[in-house]
């Protein structure tokens, strides 16, 4: 079976055998436990992470207060835009939310599989043009949903969230307090029955 980084990359171009070899030899994967903090807000993002198992947040610190900005989990890329690129300092943090094993994206070997294989830059712009879509999409949805809409299409569209993530986390990313999220989850239940 292929490794899960190769289905990634090759829902968006097909790889040749050559190129998921030199993809395979420059793969570091690591193992970090639950709680695990990847990035610091104030530091410079120096690698990328791509989830094989487990699952990441994505928080900023707002008046003494984690604001939850993203979920990461099995089969996506974790990395800081203007951290990592820019080099700029990240104003956010990343935890691994339960023990995660990780592919760590390296510049240097990612700088190496670029000049090998010229076409990895298109893979790259492509990879980058639907991460900055599905921003998009989630900006959008917060800014025009209200926060039981907003809950009702993490249900239909992330719903293992409900079972890996505390209902605190949950309510943050959904921008309520935890208590509202408790109002929504009973009316939404009552409705069902």
């Given at each position: 079976m292929a490794h899960p980084i190769l289905a990634y990359f090759n829902q968006f171009m097909a790889l040749t055998p050559a190129e998921e070899q030199a993809i395979m030899q420059s793969l570091v994967e690591q193992r970090f436990p639950k709680g695990h903090v990847l990035l610091e807000a104030g530091q410079v993002a120096m690698d990328?992470?791509?989830?094989?198992?487990?699952?990441?947040?994505q928080y900023y610190m707002v008046d003494g207060e984690e604001k939850t900005t993203h979920f990461y989990g099995e089969g996506q890329w974790v990395f800081s835009n203007n951290s990592y690129v820019e080099k700029q300092v990240a104003p956010y943090f990343l935890v691994c939310m339960e023990g995660s094993t990780l592919v760590v994206g390296k510049e240097e070997?990612?700088?190496?599989?670029?000049?090998?294989?010229?076409?990895?830059?298109?893979?790259?712009?492509?990879?980058l043009e639907q991460e900055i879509l599905r921003q998009q999409k989630q900006t959008s949805s917060f800014i025009t949903a209200s926060p039981e809409q907003r809950y009702l299409k993490l249900l239909e569209e992330q719903p293992e969230l409900l079972s890996r993530v505390p209902q605190y986390?949950?309510?943050?990313?959904l921008g309520i307090k935890p208590e509202s999220l408790s109002r929504i989850r009973k009316r939404i239940s009552e409705r069902r029955k």
């Open positions: 990328t992470y791509f989830v094989v198992e487990g699952f990441i947040r070997s990612g700088q190496a599989l670029l000049e090998s294989f010229p076409r990895f830059q298109d893979l790259s712009r492509i990879m986390h949950l309510a943050s990313y």
